[in-house]
């Protein structure tokens, strides 16, 4: 069952209200708190507020080929000053996780990771496991929901334009693109095991070859990686190989608990058909439609209100 929302409604087409910050109503501590997952170790971060005792936890992991810097740290925090603990962690071949070849999207490999990083939050002391959720955005939205639906004591999912399927994904990109994107895809299984991975871009303008290359897609991805950061834009070209059948929308109907969808009207990446259909597959969902694009939903006035969202969903499912 579908609850279908669409944000600022009933405001017509006015811009909906500028919001002052919240104030932090819980100090929090943050620590290092690193997991194995097939024999490598992931790095993940624990944000514990220091009050209530035992406070629900939310699951976070980074989109597509980025990092668990690249903004999470600022959502993580806000649900931290809410009382939430939560547990933000890379994938392998991420970040500050092990693994070779760096950059490597495989939604086999990332799935597996989260199901590590949700058996390492459920040995924490101090937690309420039983009151757990995953959160995720864009690529790993998608693997949050094939997560929850192989683990019925996961009590609430949140996924923020969310990818959920790669068949839709692919039929959204323009026919001269597939030729080239299946050449670089079978160019790198091939090439990886002798001579090393054969990468692409992650992210590009429209005019040039990359795994996004959406309108927007560069200036937005950019966006979100920190000043300072070594992050490589590129990733092994054999992604292009899975990503069709990459469809986490097949596993929605196994999905039991209350589920949470934030598409965005605007998105030039997901196609918001998709995500009402995967809203339609769902048990317990409600569907927020938002005027903006994919990359919007990270900062300014748009972040604020996916985050009011977000926080109301949770605090409906996760508090008593």
């Known amino acids: 069952m579908t609850r279908d929302t669409s944000a600022w409604r009933r405001r017509g087409r006015e811009d909906p209200p500028e919001r002052p910050p919240r104030p932090s109503n819980y100090e929090f501590s943050k620590v ?7 024999g490598e170790e992931c790095a993940g971060w624990l944000y514990r507020p220091d009050r209530p005792a035992d406070p629900p936890v939310i699951v976070m992991a980074h989109g597509f080929a980025g990092e668990r810097t690249f903004r999470l740290p600022t959502i993580a925090e806000r649900f931290a000053e809410r009382g939430y603990a939560v547990f933000l962690f890379d ?3 991420f970040g500050d996780s092990e693994g070779e070849p760096r950059n490597l999207v495989s ?3 990332h799935v597996a990771d989260w199901e590590a990083a949700v058996a390492r939050v459920r040995r924490f002391d101090d937690l309420d496991t039983g009151r757990l959720a995953l959160w995720g955005t864009s690529f790993s939205a998608g693997h949050a929901l094939v997560t929850a639906a192989g683990d019925r004591r996961v009590s609430a999912v949140v996924g923020q334009v969310p990818f959920v399927d790669g068949r839709a994904v692919t039929r959204n990109k323009p026919l001269s693109y597939l030729p080239t994107a299946l050449g670089a895809g079978l160019r790198d ?6 001579l090393g991975p054969y ?3 992650v992210v590009g303008d429209p005019e040039e070859f990359a795994v996004l290359n959406e309108p927007g897609a560069r200036s937005g991805f950019m966006e979100l990686v920190p000043r300072g950061s070594t992050w490589d ?4 070209a054999r992604i292009f190989l899975s990503l069709p059948r990459y469809r986490p929308i097949t596993h929605c109907e196994d999905v039991t608990c209350p589920t949470l969808l934030l598409a965005g009207q605007h998105d030039e990446i997901i196609p918001l058909s998709s995500v009402e259909a ?3 597959a769902l048990p317990d969902a409600t569907l927020i439609r938002m005027p903006v694009g994919h990359f919007d939903v990270y900062a300014g006035e748009a972040f604020e209100q996916v985050f009011g969202h977000q926080i109301a969903f949770l605090d409906s499912v996760l508090r008593d």
């Open 91 to 93: 994938y392998r071949n």
């Open 189 to 194: 299984k091939l090439q990886s095991r002798l």
């Open 107 to 109: 939604p086999s490999r």
């Open 199 to 201: 990468t692409v871009p």
């Open 32 to 38: 290092t708190a690193n997991f194995e997952s097939a």
């Open 233 to 236: 834009n590129e990733c092994p």
């Open 278 to 280: 995967a809203a339609e």
